[in-house]
């Protein structure tokens, strides 16, 4: 099956850099990927998705990248807050229906 | 629109019971995905349902099983417990093959 690994496991920033996390997938005729944030004692949130015809999506504060040609994920918060501190974790769909296989995720701390 | 909700919240059980989790999707989704998540092994893909039907299975044991009703709602079912299925349990809704938003999900204790 397919695996989503993650560069860093942990990623502290101060209040007001911007914030990048990286994602390498292993199935290159995936074609939709989904980015979440989980905080404590919550489910995971939906952030920002792309499908696999586009290379860069935006949204509020948010950036994903996709380099189709070495199977790469990033997401890019500006600007982090406080409140951006969570886990992070990209989700890669599978062949059929809604079948995601998600990274192991990375932690982020914003430093007041 | 109200988001996806489980229920219970959290649930200890001993080892060799039972156990059933319930999850209502957001109004209009038909598809509805179960996750467990542990800190060793991170989120891990039980079973989807989409119109009563289950679509895909991941690789787990025939002791979790599950089922969707007619107005979507879904449960899962873990039988015969063992220490390893502590964790929490992810419900996942959609309209569609995208767009797949989480419940506060099951914390799950087998002792």
């Known amino acids: 099956g397919e695996s989503v690994g993650l560069h860093l496991p942990t990623l502290s920033v101060q209040e007001g850099d911007n914030s990048i996390i990286n994602c390498a997938y292993s199935n290159s005729a995936s074609d939709y990927f989904i980015w979440y944030k989980q905080e404590s004692g919550k489910g995971p949130q939906f952030i920002i998705d792309?499908?696999?015809?586009?290379d860069k999506r935006q949204g509020q504060r948010v950036t994903v990248l996709l380099n189709k040609t070495v199977k790469h994920l990033s997401l890019q918060i500006a600007a982090t807050q406080p409140g951006d501190s969570a886990v992070y974790f990209c989700?890669?769909?599978?062949?059929?229906?809604?079948?995601?296989?998600f990274g192991t995720g990375t932690s982020l701390t914003v430093i007041p | 629109k109200a988001g996806v909700t489980q229920t219970p919240r959290y649930l200890i059980k001993t080892r060799g019971q039972q156990v059933t989790l319930s999850c209502s999707p957001i109004s209009g989704h038909r598809s509805v995905s179960w996750y467990q998540q542990t800190p060793g092994q991170g989120l891990q893909f039980l079973f989807e349902?989409?119109?009563?039907?289950?679509?895909n299975k991941g690789n787990f044991p025939g002791r979790f099983s599950g089922r969707q009703f007619s107005n979507s709602r879904s449960e899962m079912n873990v039988s015969t417990l063992e220490l390893g299925d502590s964790a929490l349990y992810l419900c996942?809704?959609?309209?569609?093959?995208?767009?797949?938003?989480f419940g506060p999900g099951t914390r799950l204790t087998v002792t």
């Open positions: 996942a809704s959609s309209s569609e093959v995208y767009e797949q938003y």
């Open positions: 792309i499908r696999s015809n586009m």
């Open positions: 349902y989409f119109s009563e039907t289950q679509r």
């Open positions: 989700a890669e769909k599978g062949h059929t229906g809604n079948q995601f296989y």
